[in-house]
């Protein structure tokens, strides 16, 4: 079975503190994606980063980094120095090949605070 | 591009109405999904097209729910006879090429409260 874990459901700091956002998956696929997106308040759904589950590289965009560790089946998310505007429940996600399949986990909510 | 357009975004309507929402995929996206967002189950996708052919339906909760896409810029989900617990948010994305080849693109959903 395929499935997203997002153990924190809601997580609250003060602004310019590191926050990280932890996301554990479960398949048995060797080929498969893993996604985060961001839901502001507004609703949308906002397309942040995929990765394959051969290139094991972490990535840095500006403020935000991710770290994939397959040994632990993570993809974790960090945000440095955060910012009210991060304020946004946001999803991990897992693409299977196979089943052709987005599955979403539970969503994290994250409220920077001035 | 004006991005995934989806319409209504706000539907109210009583139990056992009919519930239409609408969709416009990116012009040149060639794979449309259809989400359902609650609290309770978070997102679930409903229903998969690819080249306007439905690909995986299995997430449609029961027969009530039915999607179509007549072409390739437009789908449709209709809920018949509508529920209080069809109650969601329900958004529509696109990608070229199913997911492996680009992320997703979401519409703005629409939020539907059955009363």
């Known amino acids: 079975a395929q499935k997203v874990t997002q153990a924190q459901t809601e997580i609250s700091v003060v602004e310019k503190e590191d926050v990280t956002l932890d996301c554990v998956y479960e398949?048995?696929?060797?080929?498969?994606?893993l996604f985060w997106y961001k839901q502001p308040p507004s609703g949308e759904l906002v397309f942040l980063i995929r990765?394959?589950?051969?290139?094991?590289q972490n990535e840095i965009s500006g403020r935000y980094s991710w770290n994939f560790q397959k040994s632990t089946s993570s993809f974790n998310f960090t945000i440095t120095a955060s910012q009210v505007v991060d304020s946004a429940v946001y999803f991990c996600?897992?693409?299977?090949?196979?089943?052709?399949?987005?599955?979403f986990g539970q969503g994290t909510r994250l409220t920077i605070n001035p | 591009d004006a991005g995934v357009i989806q319409s209504p975004r706000h539907e109210v309507t009583e139990m056992g109405q009919e519930v239409t929402l609408r969709c416009k995929p990116i012009s040149g996206h060639n794979s449309l999904f259809w989400y359902r967002q609650t609290m309770m189950r978070g997102l679930e996708l409903l229903i998969y097209?690819?080249?306007?052919?439905?690909?995986?339906d299995s997430g449609m909760p029961e027969d009530r729910f039915s999607a179509k896409m007549p072409n390739a810029s437009f789908s449709t989900l209709k809920i018949q006879p509508s529920e209080p617990r069809d109650s969601a948010v329900y958004f529509c994305a696109s990608s070229f090429g199913g997911l492996l080849n680009t992320e997703a693109f979401f519409g703005q959903g629409t939020r539907l409260t059955v009363v």
């Open positions: 398949t048995r696929d060797t080929t498969y994606y």
């Open positions: 990765r394959n589950s051969f290139d094991e």
């Open positions: 097209f690819n080249n306007n052919v439905p690909i995986d």
């Open positions: 996600a897992l693409f299977i090949q196979g089943a052709q399949k987005l599955v």
